[in-house]
């Protein structure tokens, strides 16, 4: 064990230390200046009418964070809604705002089971074997293109598993690439990226891989069995993305039980990146302060554990002010009183929470990052 002091067992939220409420800190350093010491960074999701918009929100960006992914506006049901006619002028505003202000691009997502145009599937399944490959590899192609030297880091494939889905080997079921093409459409979708742009990072990215539960221990070994087939086909995936969907009040954690997890991952020899970090705070405390201090606890302990691992590239969060959070919105996770959730670094008037500190504390306490490749 390095750094880490592992809590046995699943923290119960009544057991975690509580993250001090802190006082209101100077607007700099951001996030990603303490990222930047161990050789990491800090990012956020974006839309590009909350940059177009919301100039404070757009200022806290440009000072919190060193890379954006969009938040939707590469999902190829945004991006390509009639066959062969793009329209790519979100992801164009963002990263014209990235290049301002000398911020890093994400891309997401170039293969997925959801947020498709309504022509694909039928296409798909009308298309002979050769021309399936094209429906996807041309969108590939087309995005990556547009966007090298700009966007570093892409999601080449998203969500490929789900265990619930009743496969022996545990991969989406309900996958239109999976039905029509087998498993070898990922190994068809990260060769084509690395052909593409040979400079890009290449991510394979899921949710549910966080908790202690036999939900998330199905997904991990679902997901460890399929780099299994990866690695030994030789296809080329160069990071592992962790989503970091946490849910406190629904699943415990387990310092150790995560950090043997990413220390299979860094036996591939693959890198790490948490790509959607959040909390979902339904379920707790009616208190917004006490919930903050509780949600500090549980992203001090998992991040703790993510950046103890000198793989582990940086942490994403899927958006930066509760004032935009997607979990308001689901069904899953909104409050039934309408209250905003607050699972986010900044709060819906953009000031820093507790969450904020925990972050910042988790990357002044990491270690370097190694080299990549080492």
């Known amino acids: 064990m390095r750094r880490r002091d592992f809590v046995m067992g699943a923290l119960a939220l009544g057991a975690l230390p509580s993250a001090p409420a802190r006082a209101a800190i100077p607007p700099s350093p951001g996030l990603a200046a303490l990222a930047r010491r161990t050789g990491r960074y800090f990012g956020c999701a974006v839309k590009s009418r909350q940059l177009r918009e919301d100039p404070d929100f757009t200022a806290a960006v440009a000072r919190e964070c060193d890379i954006v992914v969009q938040e939707y506006e590469l999902k190829r049901g945004t991006t390509e809604r009639k066959q062969g006619r793009y329209d790519f ?49 041309d969108y590939i192609r087309t995005a990556m293109r547009r966007y090298a030297g700009w966007i570093t880091e892409w999601d080449v494939v998203n969500e490929a598993i789900e265990p619930n889905d ?7 079921a309900d996958s239109m690439w999976l039905r029509t093409m087998g498993e070898g459409y990922i190994d068809t979708a990260f060769h084509t990226a690395r052909e593409v742009d040979p400079k890009a990072s290449l991510f394979l990215t899921d949710f549910g891989l966080e908790h202690d539960s036999t939900r998330c221990e199905r997904r991990r070994t679902a997901f460890l069995k399929l780099l299994d087939r990866l690695m030994a086909r030789g296809v080329p995936v160069d990071a592992v993305g962790i989503q970091g969907h946490l ?38 405390p009616p208190d917004p302060d006490k919930r903050d201090r509780e949600l500090a606890a549980v992203a001090k302990a998992f991040l703790d554990v993510a950046l103890d691992n000198p793989a582990t590239r940086g942490v994403v ?58």
Request: glycine share 10%; hydrophobic share 35%.
């Open 247 to 284: 849910k406190p009040y629904k699943e415990g954690f387990s310092q150790k039980v995560f950090a043997d997890f990413l220390d299979k991952i860094t036996g591939y020899g693959l890198d790490i990146s948490v790509t959607e970090f959040d909390l979902a705070d339904r379920g707790g």
């Open 317 to 374: 969060c899927w958006g930066l002010s509760d004032r935009y959070s997607w979990l308001s919105n689901y069904p899953e996770y909104k409050w039934p009183d309408g209250q905003l959730s607050r699972g986010l670094p900044l709060d819906a008037a953009g000031k820093r929470k507790p969450l904020w500190s925990a972050i910042a504390d988790a990357f002044r306490a990491a270690p370097q990052m190694r080299e990549r490749g080492a």
């Open 166 to 172: 009743g496969r022996p080997d545990g991969m989406r």
């Open 89 to 137: 002028s979100g992801t164009d505003a963002i990263m014209a705002f990235a290049r301002k202000h000398d911020i890093a691009g994400r891309g997401h997502p170039l293969v997925w089971y959801a947020a498709n145009p309504d022509w694909l599937e039928p296409a798909l399944h009308a298309a002979k074997p050769g021309q399936r490959e094209k429906l996807m590899t």
